[in-house]
């Protein structure tokens, strides 16, 4: 259904508009009332997430009427006729900032080195005025590393508290009988723990072969379809692997022969333990004497959390104690502790307001993210989308951010979700359909007549997947819901005042509203949804669960360069190598599933999936199955409240004996934060050019971002994430193969153990309540125990720098940009060399610093000279707090082509010498010689991630200008924001330009023109007219004070 043309015509300048106030419970409000101040038919017209922009701009304008109130004008002229002005440069000034801490960091880094300035010229009073000017969370969610999990720690035996002998505190009677499904009674001794078996589901206690279609080729058998005749099955092996060779694990009982090819040669190991032993896969429960770090009460899951909690604070200290000393110093700043939660999460149930109240003003709660899945947030109805951080820190001076009017995707939802699927599995039908129409930068925003049917859990888990489809925001409008949520999280006394102020803006959606109009109408039909996960490359390649082992046959032998190839032969797709696990040997082959985490801010924030891990956990438990010791296995919550409801209905012990053990709060086995595999299982993948598996409940499953070492990742439910890891291969048909095998050789399948969507309906409705959201957040300031511990400067005004640390300093361009104030742009715009010449499509990766440090680099030249070793260079985004490493990191990567010089790389000539020498080393000649640069690049300059070091890099470098063929948006805007300016050129000045003449640039005298003109001199004498980047009043002004925090450090000196 396509959506007619807009013919609307840009409204008249909005006039000053008057405040309107309600009374409730004895107080007054205040608001701005939007559709009384516009046209109403336009008003109603514009989509919900569009109203909140327009919002912002009522109120913006109303309150500029003298500064800069006719930009504010001019934008929302722009934006009621959106559809005749998209692409068009409007700007937004969101509600509040939300910083991670990799990203989050720099930006503190530059307000705690411009507090020092201030207080050095200015004293200490005037020091204090520098903070953020609207409210900024940073949540320290990204340094969790899984370096301690049960793989690692082999799964040794506790013993258990129920089993009687032994030492420490017994085992409460509310534990007991919380284990109803083990028939536990207080008052007698408990049965043993149901025995579990290490099973491969290619080698049964009990082979009885499935009636699969076989194809032979070479002699291997596997199944079709492929090429080659059809045989039957081997008759030994159960499954759809291929066959193995005839040294499988029955006849393994020592050394494997030296002679056998493919295969990695193990340790001795005696026999494995019969199924009358308790094996290592199965420890029962442990004894309850462990204090959770977070929760702060007896549990029996906390020693891997503590023990990865305590060596992230021993590696990450120093930056730990400045980001408290930031909490302590800054009033509009706050610092979330880590293990707390993932940043998403975290804001979805504690920070977000839905509407703002600021001194009595009330105003729809907005915000932009340094992570692109800040959207998560869109599922609650508050507008938010991932920028760069210099975005994030020029709103936090109190400057807008400048974005292009949106082409507006309107996305119906019909139909009923089956009752076999999870909401994993609607996430990932969204994301395929979105990815295939092509929302690339649009909002998408949601309606329909079963919007109802997705839970606020459904909705934040699809916007927090916005940067998989391309969407800049997933946008789910204000309703019943959203104030249902509220309740639930505690938070009723806010429901309405919310509730009235929505209504009289025209942001409540009902049932009874108008419908938007919208660019462009999507369909999706729920009924539509199946079973399935997504991979094994790539997230929007939705695989059928039925399908998925004929998928990723195809997928072994496809090309590799492909969306899904891995390349191999066909002979190389039966190598299985048996391995040597803490005594046991576990076979490896292609399709093994060795990774299995329940992680990510995408599904760690839904109910109804984590407790339906639970309850598949503990109904595999009680049939006595079991996780081989080969799968790395891990639990990361979203937050405290997952575990609190996890803890509260019993099923956290039965996730616990899988091997899911609370690891920690934060972004994990996503983001690559993950200890290695075991050495004997890397040596065997290697060895065997294996194609092992990693499942996951995350949100990316590029190739390597999980572990370096397995190749296909796919993206499942929580649920699913159980059966694949203990089934131990994703190459199984769930529908027509056992999951597992009871100790006696009964087969046990998946819809055995599946829990039905009442079961988890019931017990979502009994335990999570507003309780446990009230207590979780109680305990959010305090953090654990070692950041309570951790030590910080007394003085709230100036963090003591280490001038020793190799990880925090304080950002040269501080003190660079505060020399000579009063100076004006044009004074550095004289006598300019070039530093580089590009070519076209020279993405924010090449530009910014990025991966490892490399050996005979010049970061690295520089760490070597503080007497680091190469093993400790780290990354960039481990250093980038250090600005001495970053700026010798900028232009520097391996695949840059630069005219100016010979070779790929970060190289360039300096000039009028015409040695050739590096980007950095050629830069600080120039700064001696006072000397300064400029850069000219190709089309599309800029493109790609928004990266603070993409311009905070090339300042530092000396670049006063960059003259391209054309810029990417945001990054034009944000050289204006770094004091960088912007020049257009065309292909013949391009031409012109050999990079080895001097530059004088003369700006406009007049700007009355709206496109403004500057002349390039070249070596004093040829005149060429180019177009000046500065596209609005406010770019003009900002750009005339040396960028934001040029203009921070004037409009301080000037108040004192």
């Known amino acids: 259904m396509e959506a007619s ?54 109120r913006q304008a109303a309150q500029n009427a003298g500064g800069h109130g006719s930009i504010w004008r001019q934008s929302l002229s722009k934006l009621l006729a959106y559809r005749a002005h998209e692409g068009a440069d409007i700007l937004f000034q969101p509600g509040r900032v939300l910083l991670q801490d990799f990203t989050g960091v720099p930006a503190l880094l530059d307000m705690a080195a411009l507090r020092d300035l201030v207080a050095e010229r200015c004293g200490p009073a005037a020091s204090r005025r520098v903070d953020s000017l609207c409210p900024a969370d940073l949540v320290v969610d990204h340094t969790v590393q899984i370096d301690y999990s049960q793989v690692q720690s082999l799964r040794k035996p506790k013993q258990s508290a129920l089993s009687g002998g032994a030492t420490g505190p017994a085992v409460d009677s509310g534990l007991v009988s919380s284990l109803n499904g083990l028939n536990l009674d207080a008052s007698c001794p408990p049965p043993p723990p149901p025995p579990a078996i290490i099973v491969h589901s290619n080698y049964p206690p009990t082979p009885t072969p499935v009636p699969t279609m076989y194809s032979t080729y070479n002699g291997y058998a596997y199944p079709s379809p492929y090429y080659g005749p059809v045989a039957p099955p081997p008759a030994q092996f159960y499954s759809l692997a291929p066959a193995f060779h005839s040294y499988g694990p029955a006849n393994l009982s020592g050394p494997v022969p030296a002679a056998v090819p493919n295969m990695v040669q193990p340790s001795f190991a005696p026999p494995t333990p019969t199924v009358d032993s308790v094996p290592h896969d199965n420890p029962g429960l442990p004894i309850q004497d462990e204090i959770c770090p977070f929760h702060q009460r007896h ?73 692109s899945h800040t959207t998560m947030i869109n599922g609650l109805g508050v507008l938010g989308w991932g920028v760069g951080t210099l975005d994030a820190e020029s709103v936090m001076f109190g400057h807008p951010i400048t974005m292009t009017i949106p082409k507006v995707v ?182 093994s599933v060795l990774l299995a985490a329940i992680t990510s801010c995408s599904n760690t924030s839904n109910p109804s999936v984590l407790l339906g891990a639970g309850v598949l956990a503990k109904k595999a438990i009680e049939a006595g ?30 996730l616990y004996m899988l091997g899911f053990e609370v690891i920690g709060y934060g972004c994990s086995s996503c983001v690559d934060n993950t200890k290695p595999l075991p050495g004997p299982i890397v040596d065997a993948i290697r060895q065997g050019s294996l194609v092992c598996c990693g499942v996951m409940s995350g949100n990316r499953n590029f190739e390597s971002r999980v572990q370096a070492d397995i190749k296909a990742n796919y993206l499942a439910s929580p649920m699913l994430v159980i059966a694949y890891s203990i089934a131990g291969r994703v190459d199984i048909d769930f529908e027509r193969e056992p999951i597992g095998f009871t100790a006696e050789g009964k087969p046990i399948f998946l819809s055995e153990v599946w829990p039905s969507r009442q079961e988890i309906q019931e017990m979502e409705n009994r335990f999570v309540i507003p309780a446990i959201f009230r207590n979780v957040v109680g305990r959010i300031s305090y953090g654990n125990k070692h950041w309570s511990a951790l030590e910080t400067a007394e003085s709230d005004l100036h963090f003591p720098w280490d001038q020793s640390s190799t990880f ?86 391996i695949r840059l082509k630069n005219e100016l010089s010979k070779k790929e790389g970060p190289f360039t000539t300096h000039l009028p010498s015409g040695v050739p020498t590096t980007i950095f080393e050629a830069s600080q000649r120039y700064k001696v010689e006072k000397v300064p640069l400029f850069v000219i690049a190709g089309e599309n300059f800029g493109r790609g991630t928004a990266r603070d070091w993409a311009t905070k890099g090339p300042l530092l470098l000396g670049v006063k200008a960059i003259l391209a063929l054309s810029f990417d948006s945001n990054y034009r805007a944000n050289l204006v924001k770094s004091g960088i300016l912007p020049v257009q050129i065309d292909r013949t000045t391009y031409e012109i330009l050999t ?62």
Request: hydrophobic share 35%.
């Open 625 to 654: 199955l079991a996780v081989s010791k080969c799968v790395k296995t891990s639990l990361a919550p979203g937050s405290g409240v997952v575990t609190s409801y996890l803890l509260e209905s019993g099923v956290m012990p039965y």
């Open 5 to 58: 043309p807009d013919q609307a015509q840009p409204a008249e300048p909005l006039l000053r508009v008057e405040e309107a106030r309600f009374d409730l419970d004895g107080k007054t409000y205040r608001y701005f009332p939007v559709p009384q101040a516009l046209p109403l038919d336009q008003y109603e017209r514009l989509p919900y997430a569009l109203r909140v922009l327009a919002e912002c701009m009522v």
């Open 299 to 371: 549990t029996y899951w906390a020693e891997l959390l503590r023990k990865n909690q305590a060596k992230e604070f021993r590696k990450n200290e120093e930056r730990f104690a400045f980001l408290k000393w930031v909490n302590k110093s800054f009033g509009n700043i706050t610092v979330i502790p880590p293990g707390t939660g993932v940043m998403h999460q975290v804001n979805l149930e504690y920070l977000a307001r839905i509407v703002t109240c600021q001194d009595g003003l009330l105003f729809p709660d907005s915000l932009i993210g340094t992570d």
């Open 808 to 893: 925090i300093k304080p950002p040269l361009y501080i003190t660079e940009l505060a020399e000579n104030l009063p100076e004006t742009p044009k004074s550095w715009l004289k006598g300019m060399r070039c530093l580089l010449k590009l070519g076209d499509n020279v993405t924010s990766d090449h530009i910014s610093p990025a991966g490892s440090i490399v050996r005979n680099s010049p970061a690295a030249d520089y760490l070597s000279s503080l007497g680091l070793a190469p093993r400790e260079y780290s990354s960039y985004g481990a250093r980038r707090g250090n600005c001495e490493v970053m700026m010798r990191g900028t232009f520097g990567h």
């Open 410 to 591: 309107g996305c119906r939802i019909s139909g009923q979700i089956p009752d076999y699927t999870t909401s994993t599995e609607i996430v990932l039908l969204i994301t395929k359909k979105l990815r295939h129409a092509g929302v690339n930068g649009c909002f998408v925003e949601f309606f329909g007549p079963s919007l109802e049917v997705l839970s606020m859990a459904d909705r934040a888990t699809i916007a927090n997947m916005s940067p998989e489809y391309g969407a800049l925001v997933s946008y789910f409008p204000y309703d019943e819901l959203t104030l249902d949520y509220l309740q639930h999280a505690g938070r009723s006394a806010q429901v309405e005042c919310i509730r009235k102020y929505l209504t009289e803006v025209g942001m409540l959606r009902t049932p009874q509203s108008k419908e938007p109009e919208y660019s462009e109408v999507l369909e999706i039909d729920l009924s539509e949804v199946q079973p399935c996960v997504s991979g094994p490359k790539r997230s929007k390649d939705k695989v059928l669960i039925h399908e998925i082992g004929s998928d990723f046959h195809k997928a072994l032998i496809a090309h590799q360069d492909s969306s899904k190839g891995f390349g191999l032969t066909l002979e190389q797709t039966y190598t299985s190598l048996n391995v040597n696990v803490d005594g046991a040997f576990h076979t490896i082959t292609n399709g």
């Open 995 to 1056: 990079g080895r003449e001097i530059l004088d640039i003369e700006l406009p005298e007049s700007e009355e023109d709206e496109q403004l003109k500057v002349s390039l001199v070249l070596n004093h004498d040829f005149d060429i007219s180019a177009d000046l980047r500065l596209d609005n009043e406010y770019e003009k002004s900002l750009y005339q004070d040396g960028g934001v925090i040029r203009q921070k450090m004037r409009d301080l000196v000037a108040e004192s």
